[in-house]
């Protein structure tokens, strides 16, 4: 995902609300601030699509990255890495195929 990408992103992650009965809604401000890739920590992507003749996003998807302190001194880890699937639009793909892709 690229800065170029938000006004479509925006387009799509407002369209997924609609399916949701608890709304976060965003500007493209706030879609810049919690969905733009930053090293180490946010990944996104888009999915361009021919559509009517016309190339354009049809999905996106983010995942950030936590990591947790491990407390007990006797682990041989000192911490724990986690992604999760952070914001999402689909209008081409679902869940299940992103899922997929992801973990490839």
Known sequence: ????????????????????????????????HYIMPREGFMWSWVVENMVDGKLQITDFWSMKRQINVVLNKESK????????????????????????????
């Open 1 to 32: 995902m690229e800065k170029r990408d938000v006004s479509q992103v925006l387009k799509l992650y407002t369209a997924q609300l609609e399916r949701c009965q608890v709304k976060h809604k965003m500007s493209q401000d706030e879609i810049m």
């Open 77 to 104: 880890h000192t911490d724990i890495k986690q992604a999760y699937i952070w914001y999402y639009g689909l209008s081409k793909n679902t869940y299940e195929n992103m899922v997929k892709t992801l973990m490839h």
